[in-house]
T-cell receptor
């Protein structure tokens, strides 16, 4: 257990539905990342927050995707009008500024299946 | 795209050293070499990182060639619990040249430790 939690762990939805995932980072970590991982591939970066500010978004993050971190603590990732291609593991990671190691701590992920 | 090349898979006998190679011939002077691993159904886990000197911690050793174009991760006494996908990543220090610190994963090396 890294201290980063994600909920739900599994989500099955029908195409066209909206889904929302939650990430709770390690409490003192000010940086939060979302990644997506499909079968047989390494994780791909989606977006990054420093405190409550969303500072970077990948081109993978289409306009159906939105992420928030309202108080600089937990974060949510919402996917609207889900498509079968959205089926993947969604990983959240957090880190603390000003450590020389700059290590990211990953949660266990939320596995999304779109039918 | 990932700036590293790794063999897709390797086997290792339990109790023996596992040596995982990584090529990063286009690495820049400000970029570090990071290693993460991902055990099945878990998020990635930080192992070690280095710039140009060899590094050792409680998990592994990292050997970086003098020209920095390749490196080797060494697990000195592999156990069955070390079976995982190992990712070699090059990345600049946080905030260098606008970097937000997101990790760019390749496909990694699937290490199978066998009894």
């Amino acid at each position: 257990d890294t201290g980063v939690s994600q909920n739900p762990r599994h989500k099955i939805t029908k195409r066209g539905q909206n889904v929302t995932f939650r990430c709770d980072p390690i409490s003192e970590h000010n940086r939060l990342y979302w990644y997506r991982q499909t079968l047989g591939q390494g994780p791909e970066f989606l977006t990054y927050f420093q405190n409550e500010a969303q500072l970077e978004k990948s081109r993978l993050l289409s306009d159906r995707f939105s992420a928030e971190r309202p108080k600089g603590s937990f974060s949510t990732l919402e996917i609207q009008r889900t498509e079968q291609g959205d089926s993947a593991m969604y990983l959240c990671a957090s880190s603390f500024e000003a450590t020389s190691r700059d290590e990211q701590f990953f949660g266990p992920g939320t596995r999304l299946t779109v039918l | 795209d990932a700036k590293t090349t790794q063999p897709p898979s390797m086997d290792c006998a339990e109790g023996r050293a596992a040596n995982l190679p990584c090529n990063h011939s286009t690495i820049s002077g400000n970029e570090y070499v990071y290693w993460y691993r991902q055990i099945h159904s878990q998020g990635p886990q930080y192992i070690i990182h280095g710039l140009k000197n060899n590094e050792t911690n409680e998990m592994a050793s990292l050997i970086i060639t003098e020209d920095r174009k390749s490196s080797t991760l060494i697990l000195p006494h592999a156990t069955l619990r070390d079976t995982a996908v190992y990712y070699c990543i090059v990345r600049p220090l946080m905030n260098y040249g606008g970097s937000q610190g997101n990790l760019i994963f390749g496909k990694g090396t699937k290490l199978s430790v066998k009894p």
